[in-house]
């Protein structure tokens, strides 16, 4: 089904993301994994989003957490309390494939780079992947790439294809001792 930009507004200006999150680990379906302690003491922000427009909306104001010492790796967002979704720290989104038969990923003009940090998440992740686990980009060219669990590291094998899954360059923001992390600018969407 394919929606229209004003079906796709109407939707998303009826869900009301009130409440952001910071995360260590992926938070998966349940918002786990979500920062605690400091003082001052963690906790989540309240935010707001403008009005959709062009199938989007968009942070109205930026939003500033106290963070203990830790590494945050998500945002995640919620309506009410209650969970409705997460973001990768400082990530952007790509569009790809899977290539099996050449052991590579294609996402075209990605503009990677060797050693940078993304997570595959949502739907079914390349088997043998983790969703949410971080790895790293290796054999970087200008389509394509393959995926490490370690900086530098031999390319896994990747066997089986994604299904409606989400690929994403992550920051791993660590704080040696109390601090404050913004989220100064995000959005979401609706993919159809």
Not at 18 to 26: E, K, R
Not at 81 to 105: E, F, I, M, R, S
Not at 154 to 175: F, H, K, M, R, W
């Amino acid at each position: 089904m394919s929606l229209t930009v004003t079906a796709k507004n109407t939707m998303l200006n009826a869900l009301s993301i009130d409440t952001c999150s910071l995360h260590t680990a992926f938070p998966g379906l349940t918002g786990a994994n979500e920062v605690s302690g400091g003082s001052p003491a963690y906790a989540r922000v309240s935010v707001s989003f403008a009005a959709a427009a062009g199938g989007s909306r968009a942070l109205s104001a930026a939003a500033t957490f106290n963070v203990p010492a830790t590494t945050v790796r998500w945002f995640g967002f919620w309506s009410s309390g209650v969970w409705v979704g997460y973001a990768a720290n400082g990530g952007a989104q790509l569009l790809y494939v899977v290539d099996t038969v050449n052991n590579n990923v294609r996402s075209p003009a990605h503009g990677l780079a060797n050693g940078q940090k993304i997570v595959f998440f949502n739907g079914t992740v390349p088997a043998p992947l983790t969703e949410g686990q971080v790895y790293f980009v290796v054999s970087t060219a200008t389509d394509t790439f393959q995926v490490s669990a370690t900086l530098g590291g031999a390319a896994i094998v990747l066997t089986g294809q994604p299904s409606n899954s989400s690929l994403a360059t992550i920051v791993e923001d660590v704080y040696a001792a109390q601090g404050s992390h913004t989220l100064s600018a995000d959005s979401y969407g609706l993919i159809f």
